[in-house]
């Protein structure tokens, strides 16, 4: 059983994402099972760097229904897998005024591992996002009167 991917509709809303990474991410047993079961909620999830290593806060991973005592935390610090250049890389750019590390999607790739998509998006104005408000009310128009 192929689980589908979770998206952050949140964050292309309120960011305008200029780059994407496909991360790992380190979990434990329990929390994978959650993950292929969709119980992945992106509120107030945000990446943040400690010591080098980049970190995401705040992604909320139910708790496993068939699990024990030993069941995991739903939301606490995970960390995230990428090379040395795109930490790097990643790092100059956050330190550019504006700038935010945004998780995306969470996802499970050929290989059955969990990945997670992240962005480094700038905050949108307001009336950016009115704009963006807008064009997807004239595209559901569009989509209505269109057989």
């Not at 993950?35 to 995401?56: Q, Y």
Request: hydrophobic share 35%; charged share 35%; aromatic share 8%.
């Amino acid at each position: 059983m192929a689980a589908k991917e979770m998206n952050n509709r949140q964050a292309y809303f309120n960011y305008q994402i200029e780059d994407k990474y496909v991360a790992g991410i380190v979990l434990l047993g329990t929390e994978v099972k959650s993950i292929r079961d969709g119980k992945v909620s992106f509120n107030d999830a945000f990446c943040m760097f400690d010591h080098g290593e980049l970190w995401v806060r705040g992604l909320y991973i139910a708790e496993y229904s068939h699990g024990t005592v030993n069941n995991h935390i739903a939301v606490h610090d995970r960390k995230l897998l990428l090379t040395k250049r795109e930490l790097k890389k990643l790092e100059t750019k956050i330190k550019e005024k504006g700038f935010t590390i945004v998780p995306l999607k969470v996802f499970m790739n050929e290989k059955n591992l969990v990945k997670v998509e992240i962005g480094l998006g700038r905050g949108k104005k307001e009336h950016d996002k009115r704009d963006t408000i807008r064009k997807r009310d004239v595209e559901r128009e569009i989509k209505r009167y269109l057989p």
